[in-house]
């Protein structure tokens, strides 16, 4: 991931503090610049992927010769709804966590305009043993896939644990409601405004109703499917069972990774899944992989996501797709 750089201008010095020690607490690889008078400002050099800027310095930016270059310029409003006609507008006494997902979007946006000539990929995940860290698995392949392009993931489980692991506590929508937007709005429909951001990873919203995957059929799984690879969006999906969802799934799928334990009474399971799938699909790439980890034994309040998604699990999967990560540019 690289860094980005985001400055700072407004004359209240105590919510200039504030949104920078959050931004350096809460925000990966940032570099923050801030000003609370106009002479400093005028006198910085230096370019910027992001600058919320006050009246005063919005001023000063638009009318004096400064050597500052913004890419992309908020005004810092104090009132809300306000508007401004040339930039965009962040309302200064929001929650702080919606400046992060703008600079999330901003870093995928960029991955992806750097990336348009590649064909995305799509990973399905499947354990016949249900594995219980076949969702860590999936966000951290996302995570490694997001160097290079915009990961989508998506948890397609009945019950799914994925709002509390990434402390979403609630989604604002689920998944059902996506494929109805999808089709009631066809061609205007516009997948990224409905993504959920944890860290470099966009997260498509879950089901409520453990029936809902289920009741979808294969032309509306075809339809979503066409959506992200039309977005040139890289996907990532856990299943629960071979239903409507997977099947659908199968022909866009570059690689299906079966997720297993290395015992006997496991592998004798993944032996069958995986020996039906290279009879009755002969297409598909099957990567069947043994992950000697489990959440069994974990204390209330210590499983911790973030160190799941960049430490032992992340380790692992570096590992066992050394050859393909490679391939793709990621270290």
């Not at 109805?180 to 959920?196: I, R």
């Not at 860290?199 to 029936?211: E, G, Q, S, W």
């Not at 004798?268 to 002969?282: D, I, Q, V, W």
Request: charged content about 25%; glycine content about 6%.
């Amino acid at each position: 991931m690289r860094e980005f750089s985001i400055v700072i201008c407004d004359t209240d010095s105590a919510y200039v503090n504030a949104l920078s020690q959050f931004l350096c607490g809460f925000v990966k690889q940032v570099f923050v610049v801030a000003f609370t008078e106009i002479d400093a400002f005028q006198s910085k050099s230096g370019c910027f992927h992001m600058g919320l800027l006050g009246k005063e310095f919005l001023q000063v930016y638009q009318e004096s010769p400064i050597d500052i270059k913004i890419e992309n310029v908020y005004y810092l409003s104090t009132s809300m709804g306000e508007t401004e006609d040339t930039y965009n507008v962040f309302y200064k006494y929001q929650n702080m966590m919606n400046l992060k997902e703008i600079i999330d979007r901003k870093r995928h946006e960029e991955i992806m305009d750097s990336n348009q000539s590649e064909r995305p990929s799509i990973f399905g995940i499947y354990s016949p043993i249900h594995h219980d860290l076949r969702v860590p698995f999936g966000l951290s392949l996302s995570h490694l896939l997001s160097q290079k392009r915009e990961t989508v993931f998506l948890d397609a489980e009945q019950f799914s644990v994925l709002p509390n692991l990434i402390l979403q506590d609630s989604f604002q929508m689920d998944f059902m409601d996506l494929l109805y937007l999808q089709q009631s709005q066809k061609d205007e429909f516009d997948l990224k405004n409905y993504l959920y951001y944890f860290d470099d990873i966009a997260v498509l919203p879950v089901a409520k109703n453990p029936k809902d995957f289920m009741s979808v059929g294969k032309d509306t799984w075809d339809r979503f499917y066409e959506t992200i690879l039309k977005n040139g969006l890289q996907l990532v999906v856990v299943f629960d069972y071979f239903d409507e969802a997977m099947e659908a799934l199968l022909p866009y799928l570059d690689e299906l990774i079966l997720l297993g334990r290395p015992e006997d009474y496991f592998g004798y399971a993944m032996s069958c899944c995986e020996n039906y799938l290279l009879t009755t699909e002969k297409d598909i790439k099957v990567h069947a992989v043994n992950l000697n980890m489990s959440a069994t034994g974990l204390k209330d309040g210590c499983f911790d996501m973030r160190k799941i998604v960049e430490g032992n699990m992340a380790g692992f999967i570096r590992d066992e797709f050394k050859g393909s990560l490679a391939s793709a540019g990621i270290k």
